[in-house]
């Protein structure tokens, strides 16, 4: 079964401390992973993508098909970096469905 | 980029009636375009995804009687709660994408309550 697992409901840390967030995901083919974002009361949105491999926001997030991981990454969190964070898989062909995580809080502190 | 736009942001119905959620794509066509459920503090459930012109599908466990999408055309789609119950009481969002992108463009979320 297509799954996607995000293990932390809550990751609280420092201004300037590193952050990563797991995301860890279950599907026997070659599956696309992104990371989307939700700033409090703002709508979903995309964050990254694991294909077009770029770093937005200081974020990045590697795909290991050996351990089934897409994990978003930051060396250096900042205040404004808190929102939810959700991966979401999406299965080729069909009609581009998403698989969401069930989201990790991430609150940074000053 | 993409707006999405979901109309109205939050709405109270009394059980038993019904209530008609619309989401429009308003700078762009969207060929597909996908309802979900959230729960508080939960993630997005996926009910329906639905093309243009054709019937929408939904996933399994969501009853597409209670739940009536229509996608009449490329900018907008509708969700209707049927018969609504108290359980139905929810926050639900709207995702469109065009007809070669990946990315789907999120709605800002329509809260319903029914008492």
């Known amino acids: 079964a297509q799954r996607v697992t995000q293990p932390e409901k809550l990751l609280s840390v420092f201004k300037g401390a590193p952050v990563e967030l797991k995301c860890n995901y279950s599907?026997?083919?070659?599956?696309?992973l992104f990371w989307y974002v939700q700033y409090s009361r703002q709508r979903l949105q995309l964050l990254l993508r694991?294909?077009s491999r770029e770093s937005i926001k200081g974020f990045t997030a590697d795909l290991n098909k050996g351990e089934t991981s897409f994990h978003l990454k930051k060396p250096f969190a900042q205040e404004e970096d808190s929102a939810m964070y959700y991966c979401?898989?999406?299965?080729?062909?069909?009609?581009?469905?998403?698989?969401f995580g069930a989201g990790t809080r991430l609150a940074v502190h000053p | 980029g993409a707006v999405v736009s979901q109309h109205p942001s939050r709405v109270i119905c009394k059980s038993g009636t019904s209530v008609k959620i619309e989401c429009r794509s308003l700078?762009?066509?969207?060929?597909?375009m996908f309802w979900y459920r959230q729960f508080p503090k939960q993630s997005l459930m996926l009910m329906a995804t639905s093309n243009e012109g054709s019937k929408a599908t939904y996933e399994q466990g969501v009853e597409k009687d209670k739940f009536l999408i229509n996608h009449a055309s490329l900018t907008l789609s509708t969700l209707t709660v049927t018969s609504a119950h108290p359980e139905d009481s929810s926050f639900y969002i709207c995702s469109a994408a065009g007809t070669f992108s990946y990315e789907q463009y999120f709605g800002p979320g329509t809260r319903l309550t029914v008492t």
């Open positions: 979401a898989l999406r299965t080729p062909g069909g009609y581009n469905k998403l698989i």
């Open positions: 694991h294909i």
């Open positions: 700078d762009f066509q969207a060929t597909t």
């Open positions: 599907y026997s083919g070659s599956p696309e």
